[in-house]
């Protein structure tokens, strides 16, 4: 299975490395695990395929240069989403080679990465909550501000209350709700949430273990409209990974 699309991964980390294929999943919006373990299905192929093309071009004068095709060409947008692009590799790598985080206290490495995504994404609020059984609510279990370096737990939010969101966590990689209080997933959350704490910006990742949406990440932007971009979405989904990775292990 995806045997073509994992070909794809193989071709850019042979052009630039981890920051290629990160470069590659942010761009076709499938990560190099998905491409591993989906099938072959056109659509999937011809997205990862123009993805991959546009990168071919990004690193086409470095590919001709020796001893630089390791090297990174502009993105686009330039040499500043480049340089944030190598910071989100570098927090990704970090939290990996912390072994001790993801095969010991799971409570640990929730902090551990709400403190990292904060400080990467410029973001001032990140926190993790999982839902009860029968997914009627979540519960926080650890939130971080970056304003007061302080974590929090215990909030609540009910189903019942906030149906729209609800529906976009079993149903959607990611929710990257540029205006909060408009989009119509986190709009139900205008009032009650986001006025009082002066959020207008969310970008959420559901937690997946195994087949079942045990939670989600929650990376809260206060201060004017923030537009989302694909890599800060990839990064995101990748610290809802490194949790559930976190989960399967203690599960295990």
């Excluded at 240069?65 to 330039?78: Q, S």
Aim: proline residues 4%; aromatic residues 6%.
């Amino acid at each position: 299975m995806g045997k073509r699309l994992q070909s794809f991964f193989d071709e850019a980390d042979k052009m630039g490395g981890l920051v290629a294929r990160m470069r590659l999943a942010s761009m076709s919006q499938v990560t190099s695990t998905e491409a591993s373990s989906i099938e072959d299905k056109p659509e999937l192929v011809e997205r990862v395929k123009k993805a991959l093309d546009s990168l071919r071009e990004q690193f086409a004068t470095n590919v001709e240069k020796p001893g630089a095709a390791r090297d990174v060409g502009p993105a686009p947008g330039g040499d500043e989403q480049t340089r944030l692009l190598r910071r989100h590799v570098t927090t990704y790598l970090d939290l990996m080679t912390q072994r001790s985080l993801i095969d010991g206290d799971v409570d640990k490495t929730i902090r551990r990465v709400n403190q990292a995504a904060s400080t990467t994404l410029a973001v001032q609020r990140v926190s993790v909550w999982f839902t009860d059984a029968g997914a009627t609510k979540i519960k926080c279990v650890d939130l971080y501000d970056h304003a007061t370096s302080e974590h929090t737990s215990g909030v609540e939010l009910f189903a019942k209350d906030f149906p729209p969101y609800f529906t976009a966590l079993k149903t959607e990689r990611t929710i990257a709700a540029h205006d909060a209080h408009t989009d119509p997933r986190t709009s139900c959350f205008s009032e009650p949430y986001l006025k009082p704490l002066g959020i207008n910006s969310m970008l959420d990742v559901p937690i997946w273990v195994g087949k079942g949406m045990v939670g989600v990440i929650c990376h809260e932007h206060r201060g004017p409209k923030r537009t989302w971009n694909r890599d800060e979405e990839t990064f995101a989904y990748l610290m809802s990974s490194i949790i559930a990775l976190a989960l399967e292990r203690k599960k295990g």
